[in-house]
């Protein structure tokens, strides 16, 4: 692997684990200000320092990062479509690799939409977006979208999902927790991290999906609702940071949250 394109994603697994906490704020591009998202640069703020990287737009991270920050970048360059549509898969890309490059991105993801009328479309793009990224030294994260159509949620289809976009050149492919999930991860042969989806019942059972997802293969997290939209993101994601870069429990993480939680 060329050496600007490895240090990109050596800078996104700090430390030894081999692991990575990325921290999604991107729902906004077709979302809309979702709850908790209203004013992203309040709610990162107090995360960023647990990150070790941040998924997000051009716009956001222009008017709601501070340029001083270290964080590695993930630049979501896909998009064209909002949930007022039925079709999400209607994407185009949105952002070029020469502005990523501006942005000093470490990353830039898009989302592929296997089995969607939009298909060939997401897919030709991962393409053209691997042939720049290779050119330019920057990766690529392909997030196998499943949009409204959470019942696709299954390891059939996740597994076919993140191997094309690993046979198309993807260099890190995000996708959903689903049971039967190392059937996904072994036939993927990209690191793959794990999404969190809508927000679950309790900030145990996200817990519980992130260390499944770990226990079967996943090189980390890139999640987004299940942090800051629990009750104490900050706690959540040092919870989290446990059990991805420490091997915690899930019953020791609870524990971690619930000491991040204490009054001082
Ligand atoms: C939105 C995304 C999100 O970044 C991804 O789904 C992770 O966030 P969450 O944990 O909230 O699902 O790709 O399209």
Redesign the pocket.
């Known amino acids: 692997m060329q050496w600007g394109l490895e240090n990109r994603i050596r800078r996104m697994f700090p430390g030894t684990s081999g692991h990575t906490v990325m921290l999604?704020v991107?729902?906004g591009y077709?979302m809309g200000p979702t709850h908790r998202l209203e004013n992203v640069g309040k709610t990162l703020e107090p995360l960023l320092p647990y990150a070790d990287a941040i998924?997000l737009t051009r716009g956001i991270l222009r008017s709601s990062v501070p340029p001083a920050t270290t964080v590695p970048v993930i630049l979501r360059v896909s998009g064209g479509a909002t949930i007022l549509k039925e079709d999400l898969s209607h994407e185009a890309l949105t952002a070029s690799m020469d502005d990523a490059a501006r942005l000093n991105a470490s990353a830039v993801a898009l989302?592929v939409f296997a089995g969607a009328p939009h298909e060939h479309e997401s897919l030709v793009n991962l393409s053209k977006l691997v042939d720049e990224g290779e050119a330019r030294g920057l990766p690529v994260l392909a997030?196998t979208?499943v949009g409204k159509e959470l019942e696709k949620r299954d390891a059939r289809y996740l597994a076919l999902a993140c191997r094309v976009s690993a046979e198309i050149g993807a260099h890190l492919v995000k996708t959903y927790y689903c049971d039967g999930f190392s059937r996904v991860v072994d036939g993927c042969p990209v690191p793959l991290v794990v999404?969190?989806?809508p927000r679950l019942d309790s900030d145990a059972a996200a817990l519980t999906l992130a260390h499944r997802a770990i226990e079967a293969g996943a090189v980390g997290i890139?999640?987004?609702?299940?942090i800051w939209q629990s009750e104490t993101p900050v706690a959540m994601l040092k919870a989290l940071r446990a059990i991805v870069h420490e091997k915690a429990t899930v019953a020791e993480a609870l524990d971690v949250l619930a000491a991040a939680r204490a009054p001082r």
């Open positions: 999604a991107d729902h077709f998924a989302s997030i979208a999404a969190g989806g890139d999640m987004g609702r299940n």
